[in-house]
């Protein structure tokens, strides 16, 4: 099996080569296939580069649909072949790392314009070859005016043997002559041509300069014109045509006839119209895809003042349930019957409905009077999946999550409009689904924003845009400073400092909390080294780190290695190090998750349960949990901010601090604000504090002065 190709060069030659090798079995040319190769690779360049492109510009698919013309792939085939290509292998070999929604939306619209652009080109050659035939009749009339018994014979073969539709009618519009091939085209005999009037041949689709044209024409103000035009054939089908009309002239100048010229391209019309449908619909539901369903968005955001929009984007719920659990044949079926309810929803003029794409749906609505339509639309949309549906004898229940955008028209684009459709249901989503929701600018601002952070966060570790800072712990009985919590900030560059509540949760998403959580673990180690360095210890005692772990961190395999190769590169005593963790993600832990904190707790190091007395309390948990120190929430001190404090919460925290004083442990408190609250504590026999009473967090050497203070005074 051969390698892949290397680089972008590579990827788009060999793009080029499964180009050539379909089309040019159905390609009238005298090169070879790798000479085809060659002509086809510029055009495969330009389709990439297009692709690509900041700004899109379809026009590079038109003018590589006139380039096939060109070299000679007129055959239908040559166009259906080439689109194949393009749609299988365009952005396989030439997307490069771009979102692959996106490219594919662009590929769709690459594909119309080249075919778009092969029908244009076919169209001009086919014009070209009826002018060289218009002269040639030009001429033979005038030959005929001047050795009619000569050239009658050579006039005829011309006349007859011609394979497109020949008439010659005079300046009143009747029909005097026409040829073999311009009556198969109607199915009608000579006779049932000859003397009928021109203008009997009016079609509702004719081009509003048509018959404009054509008056034109016989009053002798120009010479020719040629266009598209339907015809009614006597069975009631329709005959359209590329359409060339000559003005004859006499010897002297004056004219005489009118010559029509006909090309039958009712073929080729279907075909671009099969093309036009293929590109812009879904393969599986029948439904708008979409390249077709952004047309419609954005010429509905470009309908002007006073138009309005709504937009539902609907994300089934549980879907991958059904594929992993029935297989992708049963989620086949459940989306076509899901596209069936949402098209009976979408019958209001100016409403229409998408599939974007594996189990996501839009529904479109117009007009001016959006606000209330929309809503409507979103509850018809529950309410038909409502009922189950049958799948290989499975009543499946369906639901789904809506996103609603509502507006006027002309204030965004429809990238923006869909991007805020997306953050809604996602928003609908996250609420439990089953459910839709408007759209909010301040929630869609959060979400993008979220977005940024979570894009920034894997370069952000290695630029060096994290800092700690150290909230000290104090001790209640002598008021003496016994260490610090290592609290860690994110110094972004257009948001400035980040607190941990804006970007934990994303590192814990993305995975990112294992590194960041042993970077930081790492350098609030060598930070208690250096206060330990630069006091000795003497009067001060061990200056002890608090450290969080997160739920992730708990279940890494490395955690005790690493942390045990940092205490030994920084030669700091396990007893220094306390590891804070939630009591949330120790609820209902077994021993596999206990076992690294055992393991830790029998080195020496602290664990710390955090945030206890949240609602989760276990106590009779606590004899099997290697803690030694008890953190309790920030909630109780609050309940002492107020003048008497609560006694239901005194005693709570009294019962705490009993029962973890009996098991061995130490107690903490969190959000000590006032003098009064940790007088409170300290009666209630709590051991350490921290809190803006005592210092807010900040640099390590604000914390070496505190405790410096703490030793002398």
């Given at each position: 099996m051969s390698a892949e190709p290397d680089g972008p060069e590579d990827r788009l030659r060999r793009f080029a080569t499964i180009w050539s090798r379909a089309v040019f079995p159905v390609t009238s040319t005298s090169a070879t296939r790798p000479e085809f190769e060659e002509l086809l690779l510029p055009l495969a360049r330009l389709l990439s580069e297009a692709l690509r492109a900041r700004s899109f510009d379809p026009d590079a698919g038109r003018t590589a649909g006139a380039a096939l013309v060109e070299a000679h792939c007129t055959d239908p085939e040559a166009l259906s072949r080439t689109l194949d290509c393009v749609d299988a292998y365009l952005v396989l070999y030439c997307g490069g790392d771009g979102d692959r929604e996106d490219l594919r939306a662009r590929s769709g619209r690459l594909q119309h314009a080249m075919a778009a652009g092969f029908a244009q080109a076919l169209r001009e050659r086919t014009l070209a070859e009826q002018e060289a035939i218009a002269q040639a009749a030009l001429e033979a009339q005038g030959v005929v005016a001047q050795a009619l018994h000569a050239t009658e014979a050579r006039f005829r073969a011309v006349f007859e043997g011609a394979a497109i539709g020949i008439g010659i009618a005079d300046l009143e519009g009747n029909v005097l002559q026409v040829n073999g091939a311009l009556r198969r085209m109607f199915g009608l005999s000579e006779q049932g041509l000859r003397g009928r009037k021109v203008k009997e041949w009016v079609h509702p689709d004719d081009a509003p300069q048509t018959w404009r044209l054509y008056d034109e024409l016989v009053s002798g103000e120009r010479e020719h014109y040629h266009l598209e035009k339907a015809f009614y054939r006597p069975d009631g089908t329709v005959l359209w045509t590329n359409l060339t009309v000559s003005l004859l002239r006499d010897a002297d100048g004056d004219p005489q006839y009118q010559l029509a010229l006909m090309e039958d391209t009712t073929e080729r019309r279907l075909l671009n119209l099969r093309l036009r449908y293929e590109a812009t619909h879904d393969a599986l539901t029948g439904l708008p895809n979409r390249t077709f369903f952004f047309e419609r968005l954005e010429k509905a955001l470009g309908a002007g003042e006073g138009r309005r929009f709504g937009l539902c984007y609907l994300d089934l719920d549980g879907f991958k349930t059904v594929n992993d659990s029935l297989g992708h044949a049963a989620g086949d079926r459940l989306l076509v019957e899901v596209a069936d309810r949402l098209q009976a929803c979408a019958t209001a003029s100016g409403e229409m409905v998408a599939r974007l794409g594996g189990d996501e749906f839009v529904a479109l609505t117009t007009g001016p009077d959006t606000e209330r339509t929309v809503d409507e639309l979103a509850a018809r949309i529950m309410n038909a999946l409502l009922a189950p549906i049958s799948v290989d004898g499975r009543e499946l229940t369906v639901r789904g999550s809506i996103g609603i955008v509502e507006g006027p028209a002309g204030e965004r684009s429809a990238a923006e409009v869909l991007r805020s459709a997306d953050i809604t249901m996602y928003r609908a989503k996250s609420a439990g689904g089953n459910r839709f929701e408007l759209a909010d600018p301040e929630a869609d601002a959060r979400?993008?924003?979220?977005?940024?952070?979570?894009?920034?966060?894997?370069?952000?570790?290695?630029?060096?845009?994290?800092?700690?800072?150290?909230?000290?712990?104090?001790?209640?009985?002598?008021?003496?400073?016994?260490?610090?919590?290592?609290?860690?900030?994110?110094?972004?560059?257009?948001?400035?400092?980040?607190?941990?509540?804006?970007?934990?949760?994303?590192?814990?998403?993305?995975?990112?909390?294992?590194?960041?959580?042993?970077?930081?673990?790492?350098?609030?180690?060598?930070?208690?080294?250096?206060?330990?360095?630069?006091?000795?210890?003497?009067?001060?005692?061990?200056?002890?780190?608090?450290?969080?772990?997160?739920?992730?961190?708990?279940?890494?395999?490395?955690?005790?290695?690493?942390?045990?190769?940092?205490?030994?590169?920084?030669?700091?005593?396990?007893?220094?190090?306390?590891?804070?963790?939630?009591?949330?993600?120790?609820?209902?832990?077994?021993?596999?998750?206990?076992?690294?904190?055992?393991?830790?707790?029998?080195?020496?190091?602290?664990?710390?349960?955090?945030?206890?007395?949240?609602?989760?309390?276990?106590?009779?948990?606590?004899?099997?949990?290697?803690?030694?120190?008890?953190?309790?929430?920030?909630?109780?001190?609050?309940?002492?901010?107020?003048?008497?404090?609560?006694?239901?919460?005194?005693?709570?925290?009294?019962?705490?601090?009993?029962?973890?004083?009996?098991?061995?442990?130490?107690?903490?408190?969190?959000?000590?604000?006032?003098?009064?609250?940790?007088?409170?504590?300290?009666?209630?026999?709590?051991?350490?504090?921290?809190?803006?009473?005592?210092?807010?967090?900040?640099?390590?050497?604000?914390?070496?002065?505190?405790?410096?203070?703490?030793?002398?005074?």
């Open positions: 979400a993008i924003t979220r977005h940024g952070l979570t894009t920034a966060l894997p370069t952000a570790l290695d630029r060096g845009e994290f800092f700690i800072e150290y909230q000290p712990l104090v001790h209640l009985g002598d008021g003496s400073v016994r260490g610090a919590e290592a609290l860690v900030r994110w110094l972004h560059p257009q948001h400035g400092v980040l607190s941990p509540d804006r970007f934990i949760p994303l590192a814990e998403h993305t995975g990112l909390i294992v590194p960041l959580g042993r970077w930081v673990l790492e350098q609030s180690v060598r930070q208690a080294r250096e206060w330990r360095d630069r006091h000795g210890g003497e009067a001060l005692g061990p200056l002890r780190i608090n450290v969080n772990l997160s739920p992730c961190q708990l279940t890494h395999p490395g955690l005790v290695q690493d942390t045990v190769e940092i205490l030994e590169r920084t030669g700091v005593e396990p007893d220094a190090l306390c590891l804070e963790v939630t009591e949330s993600a120790l609820i209902g832990a077994d021993d596999d998750l206990l076992k690294p904190l055992r393991r830790l707790a029998e080195m020496g190091v602290d664990i710390a349960l955090d945030d206890f007395g949240t609602g989760y309390s276990n106590l009779a948990n606590l004899r099997r949990l290697p803690v030694s120190v008890l953190k309790l929430d920030r909630s109780f001190t609050q309940s002492m901010q107020q003048f008497p404090a609560d006694p239901v919460d005194l005693k709570i925290v009294e019962g705490i601090v009993s029962l973890a004083h009996s098991l061995d442990l130490a107690v903490t408190v969190e959000g000590v604000e006032t003098g009064a609250q940790a007088e409170q504590l300290r009666l209630l026999g709590c051991d350490t504090a921290q809190g803006w009473y005592y210092a807010r967090p900040g640099p390590p050497d604000r914390l070496h002065e505190l405790a410096l203070v703490d030793a002398t005074g």
